[in-house]
Each structure stands twice: as structure tokens, then as C-alpha cells.
């Protein structure tokens, strides 16, 4: 696998306030974000935050029996398709050292359909070494563009590799170093022949990394802000007009804060605060849902 590698300290640098006064056209109050997690005890949870004023929140349906209490070390973005009575949920997990998908649907009530219970399919080995993973599905509107599904993968060096699923399988496609000191990764932008991760780092960084449907694999790196990102552990996005829903969830103090970005614009980028998340975020592990088209804008 020919690689090549992307430096955090390499992007460009400018000093600039974390959050600005001024309020994104497109952050608007109906925006939202479909937040899922995995209990301890092996449950999926939902629920949608909306960026009003203040934050809500709505209530926590838990579907419970979806994985063996502890079972999963990482999960990827989940589908979410209403069925009419319930949803079809498909996504990958990690379970020890192997890959699987997961496909169910849930009842009305949100338990799982005893019709359509969960299908994990084993895809490999050898995934102990990683600190997360995410699907990217570029799935067009229009029926002439590609389809394209990609997954993405960081070990614990910091090197991000790439699979590309076709009609034979999943098949490695490149990888790149020099993302060591990332604390989370979230795709905020996809198109078929690019996808877009937003990235904190230990040093409090936040950055876009654009990585291109190239091979070997290449990216360009982007400064957003220079300080304080350090606080979350992990950033879920979701699209809201042109521009992105952002939560970090802080796991020191258990809690989660809901910001707006506007289209990315280097340091000028307009990020805004929309404040604390209600609640208390616990779970050994959070995602988000997708419906069947993610339009991701937010680059």
C-alpha cells in the first residue's frame, strides 16, 4: 500500500476566536441532529437535538438485545430508513478483532421487528488496533452519478486507511500518516470523488482534512481555529443548509455542546455556540443517523 502523509502542524495558522457573535444564514432553528448510542449493556439508544433556543431535546428510545452487553469497541454512522412502521437501520461495528455490518428493523415502539431481527455479517479480521471507524455513502439524488461507499479507519499511530466496497467486495484503496495527534474525526462534506472530515486535535486545533477518491491516497488540510478543541473527545456533524450542526461531547464532564458552522472559509469561518446539550452523556459510545440520501454540504 503506497502511502503519503498529511501534517496537523503543516496547515495554515491564524489566530482567531472559537465561536463568533455573528449567527450563520443557514444555522437555522429547525436544523437537527439524529444522535444514536450503544449502552453497556448492548442497547442502541435515539434521539433528535435541535438547534432552538435553547438546545432541546427529545425523548430516548431505546432498542434494546441489538449487541451483547460490552461487545462493541466502535461504530460508524448508522442508516435509519422509516418503514411506515418502524425503521431499517443498517451500519459496521467492531467486536473484538473483526469487522461486521449490522442490519435490523425496529417495531412502532422501537424494539427490534422479531420479523427482521439483527443480521451482524462478519467482513474480517484484525481490526483490534483502531481507535474508530466511519462509512461514508455517497448515494446521488440523481440516478446517473456514481453510488460510491467508502470506509474509513484510524489505528492508534494515527494512520488513516481507506477500504472501497464494489461488486467483489471491500478492498483497500490507500492510507496516510501524520494524523497522530487527532482526538476525533466527523464527515461533514462528501462528494463522489472527495469526502471531508472536520478534526480536533490534542493541542486544541480544529481543521478540515479533504481526502481525495485518488490513488495513491492524498488530502489537503485546512485550519478552522487554532485553540480550545482540545475539550471534546469526540465531534458527530450533521448537515444543516450549506453550512453544519457540530456536537462535542466532553467525556471529563459528561456533557455535550451544540455549535453551528457556516460553509467552510479557513480561519473566517463563522462558528457559532448554540450552547449545552440537556442531559448527561454516558454511553461508551455515540453516532449518528443518517437517512437513505446524506447530503453532506458543510465544505
Avoid at 56 to 67: D, K, L, P, Q
Avoid at 123 to 149: A, C, M, Y
Avoid at 172 to 199: N, Q
Avoid at 267 to 281: D, H, Q
Amino acid at each position: 500500500m503506497r502511502t503519503k502523509t498529511i501534517s496537523l502542524a503543516g496547515a495554515a495558522v491564524l489566530t482567531f476566536a472559537l465561536c463568533s457573535t455573528v449567527t450563520p444564514a443557514d444555522a437555522a432553528a429547525t436544523c437537527s441532529l439524529n444522535l444514536g448510542s450503544v449502552t453497556t449493556a448492548g442497547a442502541q439508544t435515539a434521539r433528535t437535538i435541535t438547534a432552538s433556543t435553547p438546545v432541546s431535546v427529545g425523548a430516548v428510545t431505546t432498542t434494546s438485545g441489538v449487541y451483547q452487553p460490552g461487545a462493541v469497541q466502535h461504530i460508524s454512522t448508522f442508516r435509519n430508513i422509516p418503514t411506515g412502521t418502524g425503521a431499517a437501520r443498517s451500519g459496521m461495528t467492531v467486536h473484538g478483532n473483526a469487522l461486521y455490518s449490522t442490519a435490523y428493523s425496529t417495531l412502532a415502539n422501537g424494539q427490534v421487528d422479531p420479523a427482521h431481527p439483527v443480521a451482524e455479517s462478519r467482513i474480517g479480521g484484525g481490526w483490534s488496533g483502531f481507535r474508530w471507524i466511519d462509512e461514508s455513502i455517497h448515494n446521488p439524488v440523481d440516478p446517473l452519478e456514481p453510488r460510491r461507499t467508502t470506509l474509513y479507519a484510524q489505528d492508534t499511530s494515527g494512520f488513516l486507511k481507506r477500504w472501497t466496497l464494489d461488486e467483489t467486495g471491500w478492498h483497500g484503496t490507500g492510507g496516510i500518516g501524520g494524523l497522530s495527534a487527532a482526538k476525533s474525526m466527523t464527515l461533514i462534506a462528501r462528494e463522489f470523488s472527495y469526502d471531508v472530515f472536520l478534526l480536533n486535535n490534542r493541542a486544541g486545533r480544529l481543521m478540515t482534512v479533504m481526502v481525495f477518491g485518488t490513488y495513491p491516497m492524498s488530502t489537503y488540510g485546512t485550519t478552522l481555529r487554532t485553540s480550545t478543541w482540545q475539550v471534546f473527545e469526540q465531534l458527530i456533524a450533521a448537515p444543516c443548509g450549506t453550512g453544519t450542526l457540530i456536537l462535542g461531547i466532553d467525556r471529563d464532564t459528561r456533557s455535550a455542546t451544540l455549535y453551528s458552522m457556516a460553509h467552510v472559509n479557513g480561519t473566517a469561518t463563522v462558528i457559532r455556540s448554540l450552547g449545552k446539550v440537556p442531559g448527561s452523556f454516558t454511553d461508551p459510545h455515540y453516532f449518528r443517523y443518517t437517512p437513505r440520501n446524506d447530503t453532506l454540504r458543510g465544505q
